[in-house]
C-alpha cells in the first residue's frame, strides 16, 4: 500500500476509511525518526502486512492527530483499529514495531 502522508485534515477520515492502521509521528528535527523513516517504508511495503494503512504524520504540525495517541515522545507509533486506538509506544526498535502491526492483523 505504501505510505499515506496525512494531516489533521484527513486524519479522522483515513482513521474510518482503513479498519487496520499504524502511524508514525516524527519531526524534522529528530535524528531517530529520520533513521527510521526508510525502515518504516519497507514495512509499509511489506507484503506480511498486506491490508493495513501506513500513516506518516508531522507530529508538530499536527496537534489534533497527535493527541488522539498520546504522542509524549518522537518517533511515536499507534495502531488503530476500525478508529480506535490499539496500541502506542515511543520507539526507536523495529522488532517493536513489527510485532504492534502483528498484533492489529491477529484482531
Not at 477520515?13 to 479498519?19: D, I, V
Not at 501506513?54 to 495502531?79: H, I, S, W, Y
Amino acid at each position: 500500500m505504501g505510505l499515506i502522508t496525512t494531516t489533521d485534515q484527513n486524519f479522522k477520515q483515513l482513521l474510518s476509511e482503513h479498519p487496520r492502521v499504524v502511524v508514525k509521528y516524527y519531526a524534522d528535527w529528530c535524528g531517530s525518526c529520520k533513521l527510521f523513516a526508510p525502515k518504516y517504508r519497507r514495512l509499509a511495503d511489506d507484503n506480511r502486512f498486506e491490508g493495513v494503512a501506513f500513516l506518516d504524520v508531522n507530529a508538530e504540525q499536527n496537534p489534533e492527530a497527535r493527541k488522539e495517541a498520546g504522542v509524549n515522545n518522537l518517533p511515536f507509533f499507534a495502531t488503530f483499529i476500525h478508529g480506535k486506538l490499539n496500541e502506542s509506544e515511543a520507539t526507536s526498535k523495529e522488532d517493536r514495531v513489527v510485532s504492534m502491526i502483528e498484533n492489529l492483523k491477529e484482531k
